[in-house]
């Protein structure tokens, strides 16, 4: 069994996910876990849970999430009510937590040793064991006992295995994510040091004198403090030029050789000389990206801030609920910023034809071969993969697009670090936001005259029919005015001259019908449908179905929890993963006490589709 906190609390049994149901369930485990076997009294976990104001039905609650964690993580995993609380011995399962201190604590030894190549690699270790913000998906509370001290312990190990990397003479390489972290931490005044010194041995002292004038007056306006006495000497060392040199700097920097154009990529030579740092020779460039669709219609506003992202040096964040383009506008943007991007572009779908999410390292493969190493050069483990993409990238500007994301676990390896270059990425789950430095763009169906401009794209002009413009736009809403399903209608219609669109509205008018006419070619409106569906467990499927299928135009929490005959807490939250999953939207609140959720036409339709079989079975 492996337990995971730094990022999505989480758990595995034999590489498979545990299913967990939700913020309280993963706040209960998450508690456990940090206690390493002591009691945890019902009290703290009620207070961890809900605050100082817990629900009247707090304790049934509470004994209902630990009841169904512990069948979840079976009985080995000794989860046993212990007086007035719980505790969890785990034995020898593996907890990222524990690993990262073990490996943390090694690292800072190796470098208090000056054992410098070994603490840079216990400590690079121990760092790519995060995979986002540590205690995602927890309640507040939990998240603020004890989201600042593992995030001490991370940004701890952080400045040691930057220490290590400068004692080996890697400044050229950190400068980058160095930059985006005192940006991050102005106020850690060994970060800036660290910075300001690798500035210096890049031969950039006025950088690094800047850097320090920066520091300083923060600390003064933020704080009312002068920098304290190692940064003080720091800046003037680097003032006077006498700054010493690394005390350890490699013997020997491996660039790999530019290899035959491989199959991975089209490639193009580059036009200008490779960054600093990579040895200053001609590189390849990787063309990855499709081309975007070149009927693309509408999404202007959407487009604009997914460019003003990428141009303010930030990453984009498109999310949606399936069908509504999020891989178009993607190929889309990303052809109006080539010229931003001289150094190529990588893409990669993060979905597998099965619908099934893709290895990263098997990503990661893919890049670095466009990247120009050979396939024997390629590393063999997931971390070193990273390193190697992260370094060939620095000093790059090239543009990543990562399409159809299932979560930022995912995603995680997979980002450039610092530097110019920057990621798009498309998906369907919620979690995606807690990607650090992003701008977040959310998809919805598209407004009535833009629905109309594509249907008329695709299909071409309108027949000749005196009530085309209001047939058109009766397809749309049935249509849900997704710009998949539009896209699926307009080709059908295209291919279908004889149809008058009269006539294909009719045919999709019968709900019995409709998804049956939303399915041309490769294209099949159930598609996206059908992989968010599988990402949920078995009990959110089931309760799907149920809310689907009951008729009503709106639900509450409190409509939630009588269909389902639950309390309204885990009425909401199974509502909140549907919507997490795209599968039901909010559509407003109800007065101040309930929020309002509904069902797009076309997910009733296919819930409905998809509970028939079981309610036969």
């Known amino acids: 069994m492996d337990f995971k906190i730094l990022g999505p609390v989480s758990a595995e049994r034999n590489g498979h996910p545990v299913a967990l149901d939700g913020g309280k369930q993963r706040t209960a485990l998450a508690t456990l876990l940090l206690a390493h076997g002591q009691v945890v009294t019902d009290e703290r976990l009620t207070t961890l849970l809900w605050g100082w104001n817990p629900p009247a039905t707090s304790t049934h609650q509470l004994y209902t ?74 309640t507040e509370h939990l998240a603020r006992a004890e989201g600042p001290r593992l995030e001490e312990a991370r940004l701890s190990a952080l400045e040691n295995h930057t220490e290590a990397a400068l004692a080996l003479g890697r400044h050229n390489d950190l400068v980058p994510a160095l930059t985006r972290q005192v940006t991050l931490h102005p106020v850690r005044e060994r970060l800036r040091g660290q910075l300001m010194t690798a500035l210096f041995r890049c031969g950039r002292q006025a950088d690094a004198l800047a850097v320090y004038e920066a520091g300083r007056r923060v600390l003064a306006d933020d704080l009312g403090i002068d920098p304290g006495p190692e940064l003080r000497a720091l800046h003037q060392d680097v003032l006077t030029g006498t700054l010493p040199p690394p005390p350890a700097p490699e013997r020997e920097r491996v660039t790999p050789a530019a290899p035959p154009a491989p199959p991975a990529a089209t490639v193009v030579r580059a036009p200008h000389p490779e960054p600093v740092g990579h040895g200053g020779r001609q590189g390849l460039v990787p063309a990855m990206l499709p081309a975007a669709p070149g009927d693309f219609t509408g999404r202007q506003a959407e487009t604009d801030e997914v460019l003003t992202a990428l141009r303010a040096h930030q990453d984009a964040v498109i999310t949606g609920a399936p069908g509504t383009g999020k891989s178009a506008l993607a190929l889309w943007a990303a052809e109006r910023c080539r010229a931003d991007f001289p150094h ?93 430095g992003t701008r977040l763009v959310r998809l919805g169906p598209m407004p009535p005259e833009e629905a109309v401009a594509l249907l008329t794209a695709i299909a071409g002009p309108p027949r000749p029919d005196p009530a085309a413009p209001e047939v058109l736009s009766r397809i749309a809403e049935l249509c849900d005015r997704l710009p998949l399903a539009l896209r699926i209608a307009a080709t059908r219609m295209a291919a279908r001259p004889h149809w008058s669109a009269a006539r294909f509205a009719d045919r999709l008018a019968p709900a019995a019908r409709r998804l049956d006419e939303l399915r041309f070619g490769s294209l099949d409106i159930r598609t996206g449908l059908s992989t968010a569906l599988d990402q949920l467990d078995p009990a959110a499927r089931d309760g799907f179905g149920l809310l689907a299928t009951a008729g009503m135009r709106a639900l509450t929490a409190s409509d939630a929890a009588a269909l389902l005959d639950t309390g309204s807490d885990d009425a909401e939250e199974l509502l909140e993963r549907l919507a997490d999953a795209r599968l039901l939207e909010v559509c407003g609140a109800d007065g101040d006490a309930w929020l309002r959720y509904r069902f797009m036409p076309l997910v009733r339709l296919f819930a409905q589709e998809q509970r028939v079989p079981a309610l036969v079975s």
């Open 65 to 138: 999430y630990v009841s169904r964690l512990r069948t979840r993580l079976g009985p080995r995993h000794g989860l046993r009510r212990h007086g007035a609380g719980y505790r969890m011995d785990i034995g020898d399962a593996d907890f990222d937590w524990d690993t990262f201190g073990s490996l943390a604590d090694a690292g800072r030894a190796d470098l208090l040793a000056a054992r410098y190549t070994d603490a840079e690699r216990r400590l690079g270790r121990a760092l790519a064991l995060w995979w986002g913000p540590a205690l995602t998906d927890v």
């Open 344 to 436: 190529g572009g990588l893409y990669a779908d993060l979905r597998t034809g099965t619908g099934a999410p893709r290895d990263p390292a098997e990503v990661l493969g893919w890049f670095l071969r466009a990247l120009g190493i050979t396939p024997d050069q390629v590393p063999a483990t997931l971390d070193e993969r990273v390193q190697l993409y992260r370094t060939l990238l620095a000093g790059r500007r090239a543009l990543v697009v990562l399409d159809n994301a299932h979560d930022d676990s995912q995603v995680r390896p997979l980002l450039p670090g610092g530097g110019e270059s920057r990621t798009v990425v498309t998906g369907v789950r919620s979690p995606l936001a807690s990607l650090e």
